[in-house]
């Protein structure tokens, strides 16, 4: 194992936890006791309460015949998540760069994390003036085109929670504070397929965004076009609704498997 730079301080506990599962992934029949004490250069009392933390947590599993250690399933759905995000790049970011190409705008693609839409993936515009966004950024959900989109199809419930009973801030003159007028803006949205935010959460930017669903119609994310509101008109943005619901479409039905894992 690597060490680590001055400047870090090292959890001991955990760098030796690392390094068991290290010595166990690189034999996946597994290993005694002894064996591992060996390879880790421990005590057979601290490998063995080591071992015991990794497999409470599902890491780790032990044969009840053998005792032997070996690792778990767990590892591989770990690694597996890892390779679903790199899939999900690989299916996502030509559907966004053919939009960011027609448009000459910047596209997003958020996904919702418990009330927040996080941004997942981002095209840039060529144009010099571009959007301050950034993959992990986390945004609004009642004054965003992407958090419009994903707001109007969730269920009754959860609308209710987060907009009669949570909390409206307002960010520019054109925030949608009021929860009535909020759910007959959501109405609309419906009634249309998309979302525009018109300097809502930030007055020089403009964008819309359709919503992305899982399997069941559960509204799991959304992707958008933004721009800088001196550029791009509404009826600008409405123009692009046709590009826009064509991937939106298209993202649907790829990511499908992506989104049965994701929620």
Request: proline share 6%; charged share 25%; aromatic share 6%.
């Amino acid at each position: 194992m690597a060490s680590l730079p001055a400047a870090v301080p090292e959890v001991r506990a955990l760098s030796r936890g690392l390094r068991l599962l290290e010595i166990l992934a690189s034999e996946p029949a597994g290993l005694a006791l002894a064996e591992i004490t060996q390879q880790a250069q421990l005590s057979k009392s601290s490998a063995h309460r080591l071992l015991q933390t990794l497999v409470h947590n599902g890491y780790v599993a032990q044969e009840t015949t053998t005792g032997r250690y070996h690792p778990s399933l767990k590892l591989l759905r770990l690694s597996s998540q890892l390779v679903d995000e790199a899939s999900l790049a690989e299916v996502v970011h030509p559907h966004l760069s053919h939009i960011a190409e027609v448009t000459r705008e910047t596209v997003h693609l958020v996904l919702l994390d418990h009330d927040d839409p996080v941004y997942v993936e981002k095209v840039e515009s060529p144009n010099p003036i571009r959007m301050y966004s950034k993959i992990g950024m986390r945004v609004p959900l009642h004054c965003t085109g992407v958090g419009k989109a994903i707001l109007a199809y969730l269920p009754e419930e959860r609308l209710q929670q987060l907009v009669d009973n949570g909390r409206l801030e307002r960010f520019t003159e054109n925030t949608i504070t009021n929860p009535e007028a909020l759910r007959r803006h959501l109405a609309e949205v419906r009634r249309q397929g998309y979302a525009i935010d018109d300097g809502e959460h930030e007055e020089p930017v403009r964008c819309i965004a359709a919503p992305l669903f899982a399997r069941d119609r559960q509204v799991v994310g959304a992707v958008s076009i933004a721009a800088v509101s001196y550029r791009v008109d509404v009826e600008t943005l409405r123009g692009w609704w046709p590009v826009l619901q064509s991937h939106a479409e298209q993202l649907n039905a790829e990511l499908i498997p992506f989104f049965d894992r994701y929620i």
